[in-house]
């Protein structure tokens, strides 16, 4: 890499109110050669808004691999590019990772360039414990690989932070509470927009509420959702009776129980306990 190699800045910007811009975001934007932004259509508008004018390139999902060589030849070459996403800071649930990647394999300098992030932003705020959490990101579409995405997180102990679109947090919020059983969870909705909203109680609970309010159903969520009680071993248990509750809907209870013992690793005759008492509930 030759002494003229330009620099790739990784520039925040607000998820919605648009006094979260720093001056240093707007004077950096101001002075690159190029932004890369998830989505030129939204990104022109707010810039903008910004007095900023420079040469924008759509860097999404779909164009990542393609776009990516032609970045790369422009910093080599000594251009300054600023990578920005549709909100918040680039690269979480957002595309920039092979850009980043690739430009630092390469010895490039990438410079980051702090500011709002949706994730930290509600967990500021949520009251739930902050000293240790998880990042998801979206959950999948699919119900059962929904379910089975929420089970792999099962055992975390620190909070759990994931993103939803409105129209589908109740669904999400319930599928939670079956998977989870009853933990204490924060929906944070339209954050730093004139209808943010913090909603918290048990996971069903939440859901019912979210199904029952039209209002509730519109934007961009945060939920969030503490971890689980006592470590991994409880997050284990909660694994155990997932796989059992779907076995035992499907097969009669002894081969549910033998077939949960050897997927899980649980003891069969305290699953098999379980099994009775939640049948006889």
């Known amino acids: 890499m030759g002494e003229k190699a330009g620099v790739l800045y990784v520039v925040a910007t607000p998820i919605g109110n648009l006094g979260d811009m720093t001056p240093r975001a707007c004077k950096v934007l101001t002075d690159v050669d190029l932004i890369a932004c998830e989505d030129t259509r939204h990104s022109r508008p707010l810039l903008a808004h910004f007095g900023i004018d420079r040469p924008l390139a759509a860097y999404h999902e779909h164009n990542e691999q393609a776009q990516t060589p032609r970045l790369l030849e422009k910093l080599a070459g000594g251009a300054s590019i600023a990578l920005i996403s549709d909100a918040g800071t680039p690269l979480v649930s957002d595309p920039g990772y092979v ?13 980051p360039v702090p500011g709002s992030s949706a994730p930290i932003c509600a967990l500021s705020a949520a009251g739930l414990p902050s000293d240790r959490f998880l990042f998801l990101g979206f959950p999948p579409r699919g119900e059962s690989a929904r379910r089975d995405w929420i089970g792999a997180a099962a055992a975390e102990p620190g909070t759990l932070i ?3 679109a409105g129209r589908r947090a109740a669904v999400t919020l319930a599928d939670l509470a079956d998977v989870l059983g009853p933990r ?4 944070a909705r339209e954050l730093t927009k004139r209808f943010e909203t913090f909603l918290a109680g048990e996971l069903a609970t939440l859901a019912e509420q979210v199904r029952a ?7 961009e969520c945060v939920i969030l959702v503490a971890g689980a009680r006592g470590g991994p071993d409880a997050g284990a248990e ?8 779907l076995l035992a809907a ?18 069969r005759n305290a699953l098999y306990r379980r099994a009775l008492a939640a049948r006889e509930a």
């Open 213 to 219: 309010d039209p209002q509730q159903q519109l934007g």
């Open 162 to 164: 994931l993103f939803e």
């Open 99 to 111: 850009l980043v990647q690739q430009a630092r394999s390469a010895g490039i300098v990438v410079v």
């Open 184 to 187: 204490q969870a924060v929906l």
């Open 238 to 245: 909660a694994e155990q009776q997932r796989v059992l509750d």
């Open 250 to 267: 499907e097969l009669p209870l002894k081969q549910a129980v033998a077939l949960t013992a050897r997927i899980t690793g649980g003891n």
